[in-house]
């Protein structure tokens, strides 16, 4: 399925959270793919999302304004989705903005790619970050990316077994 298309891992370079989830992959693609839900569940708390804008097709925005938990927003300028397969992969970076335009000054770019694959009932989800240079994979793994990324999905599959915030 969409596994063949990754590009090898490269343990220097990529950090990788592979987790099987027990919610279908229909589901977790339309929480990352709309704004009203990715605010739910996309930061750990009790940080939180204040604005979020997405046009899930190659080209096209990915952009989030986060919030502390003392009110202070952090917005990003917009990443850019690369690749959209419905219900299976979304790829997007933040080295580019929407339209695929070069961005001037990124602090931390990269790339991340992440599949869902059909398992049973639920999904196998793996989410990988593709960095330029050894030095931005330590920065971003010294962020927290396991725990952070992890801490997301896990909001993320409450979130949708709550029934998506009817």
Request: glycine share 8%; proline share 11%.
């Amino acid at each position: 399925m969409t596994s063949e298309i990754f590009p090898p891992f490269n343990p220097e370079l990529d950090l990788k959270l592979d987790r099987f989830v027990d919610v279908p992959p229909e589901l977790v693609y339309e929480a990352w793919t709309t704004p009203e839900h990715l605010k739910h569940w996309f930061c750990p708390k009790p940080w939180s999302v204040a604005e979020c804008e997405l046009d899930p097709r190659p080209g096209g925005i990915f952009r989030t304004v986060m919030r502390s938990p003392e009110g202070q927003e952090f917005p990003d300028e917009g990443g850019c989705f690369l690749e959209v397969v419905p219900n299976r992969q979304l790829v997007w970076t933040s080295a580019l903005r929407p339209g695929y335009r070069p961005a001037a000054d990124v602090d931390l770019p990269f790339t991340a790619i992440l599949s869902l694959t059909p398992e049973g009932t639920g999904t196998r989800y793996t989410a990988i970050a593709m960095h330029r240079d050894p030095a931005g994979r330590k920065t971003h793994a010294d962020m927290g990316f396991e725990q952070g990324w992890g801490t997301v999905l896990d909001q993320l599959v409450e979130y949708i077994k709550a029934g998506m915030a009817k």
